[in-house]
C-alpha cells in the first residue's frame, strides 16, 4: 500500500453534521485516525461557503439534515458539477440504510465513497484510504492534465483501460471526458461505447449520448437518453442532457417536463432550479419561471453556481408586473455581486441592462433611450453576445409596447437576427424575448431564414465545382453579418475541399481571423451552466486546473454556434 495514499497527518478534513453528538463522534475517529487538521460544519449552507474558499482533502458529509431543505447528496451534486472540488479531496458520504440507494448514486455520480451508519471508525478510515488509493493509481493520469497534457492524458486513460489495470473504469470515464470536451467526439463516443459493451454503467450510456449532442446529432442522443432514461428512471443527469438535446432539437415544451423532472429529483440544486426557471420563461410559462428564479436567488445569491442572468429575467417580470420594491431588489442583488467579483467584465452589461429597467418603471424615458442606443450601437462588437442580444431585444420590446418610439429599433432587430439566429431553436429563444411585438418576432425569423438563404445559395456553389466562389461568398456574408453558422461554413468548406480552392491559405486565414475574434468555435452549453462549471451532466470532475474554452454566461454560451 502506497504510503502516501494512507498517511493523513498532514490532511485537512471538513465535517458536516447537524448533530453534535454524531459529529463530534466523526471528528474523534479522525483525530484517533491522525487526521492534521478537523473544520466542523453544522450547517450546509456554512460547508458550501467553506469549499467555496478553501481547499480540503477530505469532507464528510451527512446525508440529511433536520430543519434543510438540502441535502448532502445535492451539495456533492453541486460541488462535483461545478469544479469547486479538487481533483485529490475525498467526499465521504454518511447515511443510514434505509438511504442507501440515494447515497449510492451520489457515490456513482462523485466516484469517492459512502459509509452507512453505524460506521466505526477503521470502516471509515478504510473507505478515506480506498478513495486516496485509487487517486494515487491514477496519479500520471491527473499530473498530464495538470500539465495542460490532455492529450497524454487522454491516452493514458485508454491505455489504462485496455489493460484492465487497476480503476480502469474510473480511468475510462476520465478519459473519455478528456476527449469530448477536446473536440474528439468520435474517440470519446468509441470509448464510452466500449465501458458499455464491457460492462453497462448509466454514466457510460450517457456519455455516448453526451458524444452525440455535441457532435450535432441531437436526435440521435435524445433515443440513446429515452433507453437510459427507461432503465434508470433515477439518474438525474440524463434528464440534464435530455433537456439539453430537446432544447436543441427546439422542443421547448418537452424540454421544460424534463428539466422539470430533474428539480422535483434534486429540489435544492442551484443549477437545476436556474435550467429550469430559464427554460419556463423561455417557453412562455412565466410564472413558473420567476418562482424557480425566485428560489434559486434566495438559496444560491452567494454561490459560485449562480447565474446572475436570472436577476435580469427577475427584473424584466417586476417591471411587467409594476413591482418597485422587487426591481429595486434585482438592482440591489446585482451590485452585491459586482461587489463580490469586481473583475467580471459581465456583471456591469448586466447592471446596465436593469437600470434602463429602473429608467422605464421611473418613466426617465429619456435616459431609458439613451441606455438602449448606447447598447444597439455595440451589436457588431466582438463581445456583445447572445445574452445581450436577447437583453436588448427584450428592452426594446418593453420600450415599444409603452409607445415609446426608438427610430432605428428595426435596423437593430435585423442587425441582432442577422447574427444570432444561427439555429431554429436560438431564433425561437430570441424570439421569446419580444413576446408582445409580433413585428419584431416576424423580423427575428425573416432573418432566420435569410441566413438559411445565404448557406444554400454558397453550398449550391459548392456543389456546381466552385468551393472557393463559395467560401468567397460566405467569408463575405460572415463579415457582414458576423452570424456563426455562416463563418463556420465557411471552415467546413475550407476542410472539405483544400485541395480544389487555389487561395485556401489566405481565405483559410481570413476565416480563422472571424472565428477566434467572434468566439464562433466555442462549444455551447445548456441552460443555466456557467463557464466556471467543471462537470457537465453526466461528466466526471475533472481537476481544478483544467477548464473548458467556453465564453462566461448562459445565452452567451448558448449563441456562439449554429446547429
Not at 438540502?70 to 456533492?76: P, R
Not at 448514486?105 to 477503521?122: G, R
Not at 430537446?246 to 428539480?263: D, R, Y
Request: glycine residues 6%; hydrophobic residues 40%.
Amino acid at each position: 500500500m502506497n504510503p502516501s495514499a494512507t498517511a493523513l497527518h498532514d490532511a485537512k478534513a471538513l465535517v458536516i453534521d447537524g448533530n453534535p453528538q454524531s459529529r463530534s463522534i466523526i471528528v474523534n475517529q479522525l483525530r484517533d485516525a491522525g487526521v492534521g487538521t478537523i473544520v466542523q460544519c453544522s450547517r450546509l449552507v456554512d460547508a458550501r461557503v467553506k469549499l467555496e474558499v478553501g481547499n480540503f482533502d477530505v469532507v464528510i458529509s451527512e446525508q440529511y439534515f433536520e430543519r434543510e431543505n438540502t441535502t448532502g447528496q445535492d451539495l456533492l451534486d453541486d460541488l462535483r458539477r461545478n469544479q469547486l472540488l479538487p481533483f485529490y479531496t475525498v467526499f465521504v458520504m454518511v447515511t443510514s440504510e434505509a438511504a442507501y440507494s440515494k447515497v449510492a448514486e451520489a457515490a456513482e455520480s462523485a466516484l469517492d465513497a459512502y459509509l452507512l451508519k453505524p460506521h466505526t471508525a477503521a470502516g471509515l478510515v478504510e473507505r478515506i484510504v480506498q478513495a486516496r488509493e485509487r487517486k494515487e493509481a491514477l496519479k500520471d493520469i491527473f499530473t498530464a492534465i495538470e500539465r495542460d497534457a490532455y492529450e497524454e492524458a487522454a491516452q493514458l486513460c485508454k491505455r489504462h483501460f485496455e489493460q484492465r489495470q487497476t480503476y480502469w473504469l474510473y480511468a475510462a470515464r476520465i478519459g473519455a471526458e478528456l476527449m469530448l470536451r477536446s473536440g474528439q467526439l468520435a474517440d470519446a463516443q468509441k470509448l464510452y461505447e466500449a465501458v458499455v459493451e464491457a460492462k453497462t454503467l448509466p454514466w457510460a450510456k450517457l456519455g455516448v449520448a453526451r458524444a452525440q449532442l455535441e457532435a450535432g446529432y441531437p436526435q440521435r442522443a435524445t433515443t440513446t437518453l429515452e433507453s437510459l432514461i427507461e432503465t434508470e428512471p433515477g439518474y438525474t443527469d440524463a434528464y440534464d442532457v435530455m433537456g439539453r438535446a430537446q432544447f436543441e432539437l427546439g422542443n421547448f415544451q418537452n424540454a421544460l417536463a424534463t428539466f422539470k423532472m430533474a428539480t422535483q429529483l434534486t429540489p435544492a440544486s442551484v443549477n437545476r432550479l436556474l435550467k429550469h426557471g430559464m427554460m419556463a420563461w423561455y417557453a412562455g410559462e412565466r410564472d413558473e419561471g420567476v418562482a424557480l428564479l425566485d428560489r434559486a436567488t434566495r438559496i444560491g445569491l452567494d454561490s459560485k453556481l449562480y447565474d446572475p442572468q436570472a436577476l435580469v429575467l427577475l427584473a424584466f417580470a417586476r417591471l411587467d408586473a409594476d413591482e418597485q420594491r422587487g426591481l429595486t431588489r434585482c438592482l440591489e442583488n446585482l451590485e452585491h455581486l459586482i461587489d463580490r467579483q469586481p473583475d467580471k467584465p459581465r456583471l456591469p452589461r448586466l447592471l446596465d441592462v436593469i437600470k434602463a429597467l429602473v429608467f422605464i418603471h421611473d418613466y426617465q424615458t429619456a435616459r431609458a433611450l439613451e441606455e438602449v442606443r448606447r447598447m444597439a450601437k455595440t451589436i457588431l462588437q466582438p463581445e456583445f453576445d447572445f445574452e445581450s442580444g436577447c437583453n436588448l431585444l427584450a428592452l426594446m420590446t418593453r420600450l415599444a409596447v409603452r409607445s415609446i418610439q426608438l427610430y432605428e429599433v428595426d435596423a437593430a432587430v435585423d442587425t441582432l437576427g442577422l447574427r444570432f439566429c444561427t439555429s431554429r431553436a436560438l431564433t425561437e429563444l430570441l424570439a421569446c424575448a419580444a413576446v408582445g411585438r409580433n413585428d419584431f418576432i416576424n423580423r427575428i425569423r425573416n432573418a432566420h431564414n435569410d441566413i438559411l438563404k445565404l448557406t444554400e445559395e454558397a453550398m449550391t456553389l459548392s456543389l456546381k465545382g466552385d468551393p472557393q466562389g463559395a467560401v468567397v461568398k460566405l467569408l463575405a456574408d460572415g463579415e457582414r453579418t458576423l452570424n456563426a453558422k455562416v463563418i463556420e461554413s465557411a471552415h467546413l468548406v475550407l476542410q472539405r475541399y483544400q485541395a480544389r480552392i487555389p487561395e485556401h491559405a489566405e481565405l483559410l486565414a481570413r476565416a480563422q481571423g472571424l472565428r477566434e475574434k467572434y468566439r464562433t468555435t466555442d462549444i455551447h452549453a445548456g441552460l443555466g451552466e456557467q463557464a466556471a462549471t467543471g462537470r457537465a451532466a453526466g461528466g466526471v470532475s475533472l481537476p481544478a486546473g483544467y477548464r473548458p474554452q467556453n465564453p462566461e454566461g448562459l445565452l452567451a454560451k448558448m449563441g456562439t454556434v449554429g446547429a
